[in-house]
């Protein structure tokens, strides 16, 4: 069974940068679809970014240009580094890796988290201004 645990939240200044942290426990390698998410209090989950099993990452338009998303494959560490930092990025971060879909995410990845069937239970961010 595969566990993922997100690291590197915390509490931040608005302009300030966080690299968020998710590492996967049991045996898997690194080739799958993560995402990365964020849930508000009282909003809807969003999609930030994912990241093909063949190290492609794709970034909504929350995080675009101040985000980067990258991997240790030896170690099975995804990571997402967020820049810049605003206020309203104040949220819990999670990962979730699709293990049936295979190598690439789809664009239903990101939106609506197609195919994530196994999630952490979140680090929490809070950026004051």
């Known amino acids: 069974q595969v566990q993922l645990v997100e690291s590197g939240g915390g509490s931040v200044q608005a302009g300030g940068s966080l690299r968020l942290s998710c590492e996967a426990s049991?045996?898997?390698?690194?080739?799958?679809?993560l995402g990365w998410f964020r849930q508000a209090l009282g909003k809807e989950r969003e999609g930030l970014a994912v990241f093909d099993g063949d190290g492609t990452a794709t970034y909504a338009d929350s995080v675009k240009g101040r985000s980067i998303a990258s991997r240790d494959n030896i170690k099975t560490i995804w990571y997402l580094q967020i820049n810049s930092l605003k206020p309203t990025d104040s949220a819990m971060y999670y990962c979730?890796?699709?293990?049936?879909?295979?190598?690439?995410?789809?664009?239903?990845?990101?939106?609506?988290?197609?195919?994530?069937?196994?999630w952490g239970k979140g680090t929490q961010v809070t950026i004051s201004s």
């Open positions: 979730a890796l699709d293990l049936r879909s295979g190598t690439y995410c789809s664009p239903a990845s990101l939106l609506v988290a197609r195919g994530m069937d196994n």
């Open positions: 049991g045996y898997i390698s690194s080739s799958y679809c």
